[in-house]
């Protein structure tokens, strides 16, 4: 037989220590969307090597670069002339951090 359950007030449905959760990779992308070269932004808690995808729809790995992470803000330029109009998901891999942004190409 099923249970019953009653609904008589408001549940939360959260577990946790209530510790804010601080993310080790920021990323943003601009501009977005893209003719030709992006700028990701990336904020990083610790100097670390990254590893940027570019990757399609589809999780094809289109283009690769690596880049030495300083801690802090650091501005990636990022060539995308050769891949065709279309969205495509930036991948940013760094130790045992990672982050992913969408960005379209016109």
Avoid: H
């Avoid at 939360?12 to 220590?17: D, P």
């Avoid at 510790?19 to 969307?33: F, M, R, W």
């Avoid at 999780?59 to 109009?85: C, V, Y």
Wanted: hydrophobic fraction near 45%; aromatic fraction near 6%; charge should be negative.
């Amino acid at each position: 037989s099923w249970g019953v359950w009653y609904g008589n007030g408001t549940r939360s449905l959260e577990v946790g220590a209530n510790e804010p959760i601080l993310s080790p990779l920021s990323v943003s992308v601009s501009p977005n969307p893209v003719q030709d070269v992006t700028q990701i932004s990336l904020t990083a808690l610790s100097a670390a090597d990254a590893q940027v995808s570019i990757c399609n729809l589809l999780g094809q790995i289109l283009l690769t670069r690596t880049f030495n992470l300083l801690e802090g803000t650091n501005l990636l330029d990022f060539d995308m002339n050769a891949l065709p109009g279309g969205s495509y998901v930036v991948k940013i891999a760094a130790g045992a951090s990672s982050a992913a942004v969408k960005v379209v190409k016109n």
